[in-house]
T-cell receptor, first 115, second 113 residues
Framework: DTEVTQTPKHLVMGMTNKKSLKCEQHMGHRAMYWYKQKAKKPPELMFVYSYEKLSINESVPSRFSPECPNSSLLNLHLHALQPEDSALYLC??????????????FGPGTRLTVL | KQEVTQIPAALSVPEGENLVLNCSFTDSAIYNLQWFRQDPGKGLTSLLLIQSSQREQTSGRLNASLDKSSGRSTLYIAASQPGDSATYLCAVRLGQAGTALIFGKGTTLSVSS
């Protein structure tokens, strides 16, 4: 099973709301990623967790707060977002045992609209 | 800084044609290169991964090649079908554990029946 699941599929929120995106994988992968993708643009990295520790934060505003409660689960907490944060948020995971053949597997994404 | 470029940005072909999508990268010190497919509004589906020590990978009608020294990869699609219509993204990975992919902007393919 090479499935990464994301919930919810769609989310509409106001600028004062607090919400969370959830990502789950049961492939035993030890690295998990959040990407942001604007319309007609490629995905851009936001955060990387490696062995449940935050290893990369690509200068993402503090209104985005990642959390990795365990090796299978990755959350992205959202607070006081701006309309320009509207995008498709993609989660990915990879084995990352240091092998060059490690593939990143992506979830279907959460379509976020900020009003 | 690694940059990934994909040419062409869009491609329209009739069903049955063989076609080639191109990807180039500026820094040859890559760990691996992945080709993905993305349907509108959907997530990414991994098609092929080529390790830095490999020259090509094949899966069904797809063949991807890698020339690290020249910073190029190609994705060859044989006997294209309308169901192949999607955006194809090339991405390179620079390091080992926990490092992310750097994506090109993609080639949007339309195959007409």
């Amino acid at each position: 099973d090479t499935e990464v699941t994301q919930t919810p599929k769609h989310l509409v929120m106001g600028m004062t709301n607090k919400k969370s995106l959830k990502c789950e994988q049961h492939m035993g992968h030890r690295a998990m990623y959040w990407y942001k993708q604007k319309a007609k643009k490629p995905p851009e990295l936001m955060f990387v967790y490696s062995y449940e520790k935050l290893s990369i934060n690509e200068s993402v505003p503090s209104r985005f707060s990642p959390e990795c409660p365990n090796s299978s689960l990755l959350n992205l907490h959202l607070h006081a977002l701006q309309p320009e944060d509207s995008a498709l948020y993609l989660c990915a995971s990879s084995q990352d045992g240091g092998r060059a053949r490690d593939t990143q597997y992506f979830g279907p994404g959460t379509r976020l609209t900020v009003l | 800084k690694q940059e990934v470029t994909q040419i062409p940005a869009a491609l329209s072909v009739p069903e049955g044609e063989n076609l080639v999508l191109n990807c180039s990268f500026t820094d040859s010190a890559i760990y691996n290169l992945q080709w993905f497919r993305q349907d509108p509004g959907k997530g990414l589906t991994s098609l092929l991964l080529i390790q830095s020590s490999q020259r090509e990978q094949t899966s069904g009608r797809l063949n991807a090649s890698l020339d690290k020294s020249s910073g190029r990869s190609t994705l060859y699609i044989a006997a294209s079908q309308p169901g192949d219509s999607a955006t194809y993204l090339c991405a390179v990975r620079l390091g080992q554990a926990g490092t992310a992919l750097i994506f090109g902007k993609g080639t949007t393919l339309s195959v007409s029946s």
